[in-house]
DNA sequence: CCAGTCGTAACAGTTATTGTTGCAACAGAC
DNA sequence: GTCTGTTGCAACAATAACTGTTACGACTGG
């Protein structure tokens, strides 16, 4: 499985920006949430966008310009950030349509199919279960 | 997710390996699991090469070669092909390590590593509970 | 010795992710 | 109205993983 890296930087940066405005900043930058996640602003950006197509973020343009919440760090869960950033099932079938012709060839994707939809939908619930407020909290109470 | 098929073509052959040797067959070749899965004997004898790895299978050379089940589908599991073909985890981490000054970079990588780890456990309970018995079946009661 | 199959290395094609540069668009400050 | 700092976005390179393919040595029953 070639992991990405997308959720874990998706959740630093939300977590970011919810610390920071309640140490009283209106909106973050990329380039702080950048330097903090040790990226470039532009990956912050692009995962921002989605997660702002996705209604979880607010942007400014111009001067003063920056990212902010759009709700609050408990009304948002891991799964709602998941849906945002990552588009594909975990599990992919054959590449190629196996053959038809074959029993095992033409039983196995619905099978496997059902299968994944199954665990699929486990993971779902399982992040649906942490709220953003739940990783800052546990963010702040790593020991130093 | 760039999700691969490996889980799903492991499971296509165990299955198929499975019939035929019901079917009064000693060994099969992954020529023809490969012609089952449409794909090249090549990617088969890599995947089944870790199954064997792992116990699953065995395998014959010489003439009349070819490869057979080395313990019955109803003892073996999905978790068990998914451990043997799938070396990483769900989800990465950063790719380089985030700000240790910051709060926010200092405690990420602990807590995601904690509710990645949940996942995968459930993920694993959830693959642990599927045989290669069960997946042959629900095959065969594919209507045609 | 022969034939058929595995075992494995090597390489190409494709795709996804991540990082990077560059620049237009925007909006507040002056 | 211009300046300044930031977003929005396109384009591209580097890297890595997966899949497919070719090639060939190793093995073993006949």
Do not use: K
């Given at each position: 499985?070639?992991?990405?890296?997308?959720?874990?930087?998706?959740?630093?940066?939300?977590?970011?920006?919810?610390?920071?405005?309640?140490?009283g900043h209106e909106?973050?930058?990329?380039?702080?949430?950048?330097?903090?996640?040790?990226?470039?602003?532009?990956?912050?950006?692009?995962l921002l966008g989605?997660?702002?197509?996705?209604?979880?973020?607010?942007?400014?343009?111009?001067?003063?310009?920056?990212?902010?919440?759009?709700?609050?760090?408990?009304?948002?869960?891991?799964?709602?950030?998941?849906?945002?950033?990552?588009?594909?099932?975990?599990?992919?079938?054959?590449?190629?349509?196996?053959?038809?012709?074959?029993?095992?060839?033409?039983?196995?994707?619905?099978?496997?199919?059902?299968?994944?939809?199954?665990?699929?939908?486990?993971?779902?619930?399982?992040?649906?279960?942490?709220?953003?407020?739940?990783?800052?909290?546990?963010?702040?109470?790593?020991?130093?």
């Open positions: 499985m070639s992991a990405n890296s997308r959720l874990t930087i998706a959740a630093h940066a939300l977590a970011w920006i919810g610390l920071y405005q309640r140490q909106v973050a930058t990329s380039e702080q949430i950048a330097t903090s996640a040790n990226t470039n602003p532009v990956v912050i950006r692009r989605e997660l702002r197509r996705a209604g979880l973020v607010e942007s400014r343009r111009g001067v003063g310009a920056g990212w902010s919440l759009a709700r609050e760090l408990e009304s948002m869960t891991l799964l709602d950030v998941y849906e945002a950033v990552e588009p594909g099932p975990l599990f992919a079938m054959h590449r190629t349509t196996p053959d038809q012709e074959c029993v095992v060839g033409h039983g196995i994707q619905p099978t496997m199919q059902r299968i994944y939809e199954g665990i699929e939908q486990t993971l779902r619930h399982e992040l649906a279960g942490v709220t953003l407020e739940n990783v800052l909290q546990d963010v702040l109470a790593t020991p130093r």
